[in-house]
């Protein structure tokens, strides 16, 4: 019994697992803010940034962070994730200027 709940266990977390394309996509999203929004940009300048790309950034009071999703890539062969959303959060300072950018990805999953 407890092996097969330790070989469920290990192919449920590795079917959650980003694919390779998820994994460009973050490369090629943080390429692109750096070059276009880098560190140091405004508050207003990424927003305006994300309106162009139809990105709809959130401001997150408690994070002081810009968070958006930027694209929604469907995995049609996933078990327990169905799509991966590339997500872009910005910190801002006080003062209304970006201090870091992360791109990611998150499961929609089970």
């Not at 009071?61 to 169905?82: F, H, M, N, R, V």
Request: glycine share 10%; charged share 15%.
């Amino acid at each position: 019994m407890r092996t097969i709940l330790l070989i469920l266990i290990v192919f449920f977390m590795s079917a959650c697992q980003a694919s390779p394309d998820v994994k460009g996509k973050i490369a090629n999203w943080q390429t692109l803010l750096t070059s276009e929004i880098p560190i140091g940009s405004t508050k207003d300048q990424v927003i305006q940034w994300g309106e162009k790309r139809g990105i709809k950034f959130t401001f997150l009071e408690q994070q002081q962070e810009l968070y958006a999703i930027a694209e929604k890539i469907p995995d049609p062969s996933g078990i327990i994730c169905t799509e991966w959303n590339i997500t872009i959060q910005i910190g801002i300072g006080a003062n209304g200027i970006s201090t870091n950018q992360k791109v990611g990805s998150v499961g929609a999953c089970i």
